[in-house]
Structure formats: structure tokens, C-alpha cells
């Protein structure tokens, strides 16, 4: 194409060159003369020959004793006039005559613009394959953004630097099985899953796992984002599906991977109320027809991940296209331990970090997460100048993930200290009072970039799957906590802070209502529809309410209950240690940052704490 393109560049120049010398050599400007003027020189004897049209007179001088240049003129003829008198002249002259056509004829003017049109073309080609090239050739003819992962460089992926995810690992290693030795399974007559579906939350790895796989099967991995396939164009998609399983196809045995599937997968039946445009279902549709097509022994699998499954089109997730999904979840503590362990490597760790800690700090955080912690470890004890990563430095970075950054230019007035002080107090004396409560770690006044001013960090002792309703409650208890203590020490007179504590409570009294039945009015009955993905933020959740306005208005009422009942015992809890909670504060207010050993010794000894 780009041979081509030179020779095409190189014929127009020569066309357009062409044209300026027909310009210059024959419509060279003439000099306009009068009629009466142009007359008087034909008598005179000047001109060689005389060509006359229906609008002009144009004269041709004789050459020169050189003979080399020959100069002509021009004149408008008046409407009207004969020229039977003046054509008897010149034949006594005896001067030449011809009729002439018109300097505007029409094949001058096709001339005109024809040459201009041929420019533009060139131009406009140059664009276009300037704007191909830039979008890696694939504008118009169709290709792909596919790269392709040499395994057999020495740093491939395998399933050892994979850790958290054991189960998931165990299911993908009948895949590695079946590229290495696929005659094992043709002879019994078995064929492979055509598709794996990788599905989890954000960050958990589904990636590295696919990577992993076609590591260890030492074969060529293709990896590509769903959202490549899409352009402004309909049916450069279409076309880029195809040309990446012709590809997949030369390379067999190997791997495809499609990260992000629902860019392209969404269901058919949601597009069509949205008004998605028909790009993404011809893409759609070209790869169900591509997974369908391509045979199972040539050992190209399809490996994608997603972090909403429920939205993927049912054709797509049916049998024979995708016909395993692979739920790649959070790590538990030990699978933390062991990703730490993996992202440790590298690291120049002091004896006295201890994995298992990190590990048990760190709930709920996936692979990423833990990841960017020793990274930030890492880099705070580079900041220091110090030989080594402590522990002190990963305590640091998992407060930063966590929490942010400390704001220590933030300087709060004596007033607005002490009352997030008695704030923060009151959540950690709930926390410790409450028998369901999780342990409390640290509490602390410093401020944090989240929009925090101070917080009360809680670690939980073990891993927990389901909560039970007396867990739910003393957990709404203790995000009371904060506000009951201004309550109690400012006598009614509160405050923004506890804006986020309120919201938590409001709403997490509100699913023991209509998700958990966990309500004696209401029933054990759910009410409202959510539609949210189970991987995703809860934050990003909408429901569809499918319960009357009566119920809503009983909702409301039980609601309100249970954060007003809960508000009452968490003042009586505060208010029959109120002294601690005044001894707590000046402390906090004194030192900042309070450890669980230090709450400890300024508990009274025959304080009850439930949660020890």
C-alpha cells in the first residue's frame, strides 16, 4: 500500500507540473488593447495573423529579426459593430485569418479544475492512510490491536507468581494440560472448553491468572481489550474479530485473551432500550459466529474476564462458547499472606515485619492493593534513607491506602480538636463495649486527605462470611458511637462530623430491613430489587422498588426504629463511662495517635470490655 501510494504521489506531481507549463507556455496574460487601437495596429502592418472569435480579437505579433519570442494581444470587439470592412483590409494586408475559440472555452476550464481536483484527492488519501497507520492499520482494513506475549522469554508468567486464588488455579490447569498434551484428551473422544470466563472484582488478578496459564503451557498469548474492537466506523469491529482469529488460528495452539468482555458482550435486549448504536452487536455477533466456528482440536482457547457477568449477552455465556466460569474472588488471609509474599520478593524486608500482621490488616484489599502497599512501603523507607523496609513503613503505606495521605499542614483550633477528639473516643469506648465489635487497633486525630479528620481503625480477629443480627447491631452501634459523644458532652449541640457515620448507619439499618429480614413488623421478606453488580462498589447500586407506598412508609418507620433504639443504648453505654470517655479525649488531644496498649492503661480496671 505504501508502494502504491508513492507511485499515485508521484503521477499526480507529474500532472500538476504538466499543468503549470500549459499555463505558462500558452495562456501566458496578454496585453489588452482598445478596438480602435487593435484596428490601428492592423493597418499599421504589425500583426502576422489575426484569429477573431465571436467575443475577442487577438493578434499575433511578427517575430523579431531574432525570431525568437512572438507577442500577442487582445481586444473585446464592440456588440454590433462589422467587421466585413475591417476582414477586407486585412486580406489586402494580406494578414492572415482564422477563427478562434474563446480563452474561457471549455476545455480550458475543464483544465482549471481538474488538475485542483486531482490535489485534493492526493491530499485526502494521504489522510486517510496517515490515519491508518496511526490507529496501528487498522481504519480500513480491518486488523486488530492484538499483542502477542513471547513465552519464551525469561520473563513469562507462571502459576508460581500467582498466590491467593488456589482454587481458581486448580480449574485452569486442565487447560494447561490440554495444550500440552491435547492427544489425551482426542483419544477418548474429550474436547476442551472453547471459552473460560475469569470473573471477580476488580484487581483480584484475572489477568496475571490468564498470563499465568499460557505461561505455563508455553504457547503464544494473544491479549486484547474488548474496547479496541469498537470504532466510530461500523464494521471495523466486525473486522478486527475476524483478522484476530485468523491470526490466533496461525499461531495455534495458543491463547486468546479479551479483557473487559461486557464493552462488547453486553445483552442484545438492554442495547436496544439504551439506543447503543449497531457497532457493538455487529461486533457481538461476529464473535459468537468466530467462537462458534473455529475447530476445538486446533487448540485455540478464549480466555476473558469481566466484572459484570450478569450483564454479558446469554448467547455468549451459553455452552459451547464460554463453557466455564472461573470466579476469581478476594484473597482470605492466608491468600494475602501469600500474595505479600509473592510482592515481597523483591523487597529488602527488616526482620521485623511479620507477613501474617500485614495479612490480618488488611481485610477485603485484593491482589493490586496489597501490591501498591509493599510498593509504598518501599518507597517511604527510600524517603528515609533507611537500609531496609520495617514495619513501621508498611504500617505507614497500608494507613495511606486505606486512609491517604496525613494532612500535617492542617492545623485545627484547640475547640474543633477536642471535639473530634471526644468524637473519635466515643467510637473506640463503643467498639470496645460492644461483645461483637471488632478489635480496636489504633485511634487517631490526625487528619487524612479522604476528608477525615481523625478515625478509629479495627482489625478483625478471623475472617467472617455471614454476619448475624446481634454482629449487624453492635456494628451500627459503633458508627453511632462518635455522635452520641458530642451529644452527651456538648449537651445537644452537634456537629458535621459525623455526616458519613450517620449515612453508614442510615443505610446499613435500611438492608436489616429490606434485604436481611432481620425486621419482626416487616417479615422475613426482601423488598426492593437490586442492580448492582456483586463485584463492584456497593456505592454504585440502583434498585427498583416493587413494594407499595404503605410498605414504604412501614420501611421508613422500621428504619427509624432501629437507629433510634440503637442511638439509645449507645447513650447509656457513654454515659456510664463518661469518665473514661473525658480521660481518653485530653490523651488523644495530647498525643494524636493512641495504640489498643495505651487505650488499655487508661481504662478504669473494672471497666467491662466486651470486645478484648
Known amino acids: 500500500m505504501r508502494k502504491r501510494f508513492k507511485w499515485l504521489a508521484l503521477a499526480a506531481l507529474i500532472l500538476i507540473a504538466g499543468f503549470c507549463f500549459y499555463r505558462l507556455q500558452f495562456h501566458q496574460p496578454l496585453r489588452e488593447l482598445t478596438h480602435s487601437e487593435f484596428l490601428a495596429e492592423a493597418r499599421s502592418g504589425r500583426w502576422a495573423e489575426v484569429h477573431i472569435s465571436e467575443t475577442e480579437l487577438v493578434g499575433l505579433a511578427r517575430p523579431e529579426k531574432s525570431g525568437v519570442a512572438v507577442r500577442a494581444v ?200 439504551s439506543g447503543s448504536h449497531d457497532e457493538r452487536e455487529q461486533t457481538l455477533n ?71 500482621t500485614i495479612a490480618a490488616r488488611t481485610p477485603g484489599m485484593v491482589g493490586a492493593d496489597l501490591a501498591n502497599i509493599m510498593n509504598e512501603a518501599a518507597l517511604l523507607a527510600a524517603r528515609r534513607a533507611a537500609a531496609q523496609v520495617e514495619m513501621r513503613d508498611v504500617e505507614e503505606a497500608i494507613d495511606r491506602v486505606m486512609l491517604g495521605l496525613e494532612k500535617k499542614t492542617r492545623v485545627m483550633d484547640e475547640q474543633e480538636k477536642e471535639r473530634v477528639a471526644y468524637h473519635e473516643t466515643g ?78 448507619a442510615s443505610e446499613l439499618a435500611r438492608q436489616m430491613v429490606t434485604h436481611y429480614g432481620m425486621s419482626a413488623v416487616l417479615g422475613p421478606m426482601t423488598y426492593g430489587k437490586a442492580q448492582t453488580s456483586q463485584f463492584l462498589s456497593p456505592s454504585l447500586r440502583a434498585e427498583d422498588r416493587n413494594y407499595s407506598e404503605q410498605t414504604a412508609e412501614t420501611i421508613d418507620a422500621e428504619v427509624r426504629r432501629i437507629v433510634d433504639e440503637t442511638y439509645e443504648r449507645v447513650r447509656g453505654v457513654l454515659l456510664q463511662r463518661r469518665e473514661e470517655l473525658g480521660r481518653i479525649a485530653a490523651e488523644l488531644m495530647r498525643k494524636e495517635t493512641l495504640s489498643r496498649e495505651e487505650l488499655w492503661v487508661l481504662l478504669s480496671p473494672s471497666s467491662e470490655i466486651l470486645s478484648a
Not at 491468572?209 to 469498537?230: C, Q, R
Not at 487524612?448 to 455471614?466: C, D, M, N, W, Y
Not at 456537629?495 to 450517620?502: E, H, R
Open 427 to 504: 467510637h473506640a469506648l463503643v467498639a470496645l463495649s460492644m461483645r461483637h465489635a471488632d478489635p480496636v487497633h489504633r485511634v487517631s486525630i490526625i487528619p487524612r486527605s479522604i476528608g477525615a479528620l481523625g478515625h478509629v481503625l479495627q482489625l478483625p480477629t478471623q475472617e467472617k462470611f455471614l454476619l448475624t443480627q446481634p454482629e449487624l447491631e453492635d456494628r451500627l452501634a459503633v458508627m453511632l458511637g462518635g455522635r452520641v459523644a458530642e451529644d452527651i458532652i456538648y449537651e445537644g449541640v452537634v456537629s458535621t462530623g459525623a455526616n458519613n457515620d450517620l449515612e453508614r
Open 74 to 273: 487582445f481586444a473585446r470587439r464592440l456588440p454590433g459593430v462589422e467587421l466585413s470592412g475591417f476582414l477586407k483590409e486585412l486580406e489586402t494586408l494580406k494578414i492572415p485569418v482564422a477563427a478562434a475559440k474563446d480563452s474561457s472555452a471549455a476545455w480550458t476550464a475543464a483544465l482549471g479544475w481538474f488538475f485542483p481536483l486531482v490535489l485534493l484527492l492526493m491530499i485526502a488519501s494521504l489522510v486517510v492512510w496517515r490515519t491508518r497507520h496511526s490507529t496501528g492499520g487498522l481504519l480500513l482494513s480491518g486488523s486488530d490491536h492484538g499483542k502477542i506475549y513471547d513465552q519464551s522469554s525469561a520473563a513469562k508468567v507462571t502459576f508460581d507468581d500467582v498466590a491467593g486464588v488456589d482454587e481458581s488455579k486448580a480449574e485452569l490447569v486442565e487447560i494447561v494440560d490440554f495444550l500440552k498434551n491435547p492427544q489425551k484428551y482426542q483419544q477418548l473422544g474429550g474436547r476442551i472448553p472453547k471459552g473460560v470466563l475469569l470473573v471477580g472484582p476488580p484487581g483480584t488478578g484475572k489477568t496475571l491468572l490468564a498470563k499465568a496459564v499460557a505461561g505455563e503451557a508455553d504457547v503464544s498469548f494473544f491479549s486484547i481489550s474488548a474496547s479496541e474492537f469498537i470504532e466510530m466506523f461500523v464494521g471495523v469491529g466486525a473486522a478486527r474479530v475476524r483478522h484476530l482469529f485468523e491470526r490466533a488460528k496461525r499461531k495455534a495452539p495458543c491463547i486468546v485473551f479479551i479483557d473487559e468482555l461486557d464493552a462488547i458482550g453486553k445483552s442484545r435486549s438492554d442495547r436496544r432500550h
Open 286 to 356: 461476529q464473535l459468537l459466529v468466530e467462537m462458534d466456528g473455529f475447530d476445538p482440536t486446533k487448540g485455540i482457547i478464549v480466555i476473558a474476564a469481566t466484572n459484570t457477568p450478569e450483564v454479558l449477552d446469554p448467547a455468549l455465556v451459553r455452552t459451547g462458547r464460554f463453557d466455564r466460569q472461573v470466579l476469581i474472588d478476594r484473597p482470605d488471609l492466608r491468600g494475602r499472606e501469600a500474595v505479600l509474599r509473592i510482592h515481597s520478593r523483591h523487597v529488602r524486608l527488616s526482620s521485623d515485619v511479620e507477613l501474617h
